[in-house]
């Protein structure tokens, strides 16, 4: 595992607060993006099966700009979505590793040239291609708390590139 260079920690009481947490951090990615044009960042989505990674992911997505459904990539293993900055498109990649049963499975569909475009890979069970993935920039971690729709949301970034998208997150919040 990466060394972690910043850490925040949110706790969401429901599911508002989980869908307002997305709504800064992807203000803070677009802002990145805005900045770099040709910039890509890699995030991972971890937690336990019925976390939130997908209710998380869409809140993301949808607060990017994207006006259609997010659905999960379960299935489909992988979700594209078009979006943009007042200077440039962009591409969200939304994976979903959790059938994959070899790590290297996802090269083998086609993936790791996602990694390298300008946007962003969102990657759902990163564990489940262990070792082949390229290294996150970002990683958040969704832990259920004791009410329903609770959740402990902790973002690490391990790349200057994540660092400086939680940096810009932490100045938004504290606001």
């Known amino acids: 595992m990466a060394k972690t260079l910043e850490t925040l920690k949110q706790h969401c009481r429901q599911e508002a607060d989980t869908a307002c947490l997305a709504k800064h951090l992807a203000a803070s990615i677009s802002g ?17 099966l019925g ?20 659905k999960s990539p379960t299935y489909t293993l992988c979700e594209p979505y078009s979006l943009k900055t007042k200077r440039s498109a962009y591409t969200a990649h939304h994976f979903d590793l959790y059938r994959m049963r070899e790590p290297l499975e996802w090269q083998e569909v086609g993936f790791a040239e996602y990694f390298d475009i300008p946007g962003f890979c969102l990657v759902e069970w990163p564990e489940k291609a262990e070792g082949s993935l ?3 920039d970002l990683e958040i971690e969704l832990m259920a708390g004791t009410d329903e ?27």
Do not use: C, W
């Open 32 to 48: 990145f993006i805005e900045q770099n044009p040709l910039g890509h960042l890699n995030i991972s989505l971890v937690g336990n």
């Open 51 to 70: 976390a939130g990674k997908t209710t998380f992911a869409r809140h993301l997505i949808q607060s990017m700009g994207h006006l259609g459904k997010v």
């Open 134 to 136: 390229p290294p996150f």
């Open 149 to 175: 729709n609770e959740r402990i949301i902790t973002i690490n970034a391990f790349l200057n590139d994540g660092l400086y998208v939680l940096n810009h997150l932490k100045k938004t919040l504290s606001k």
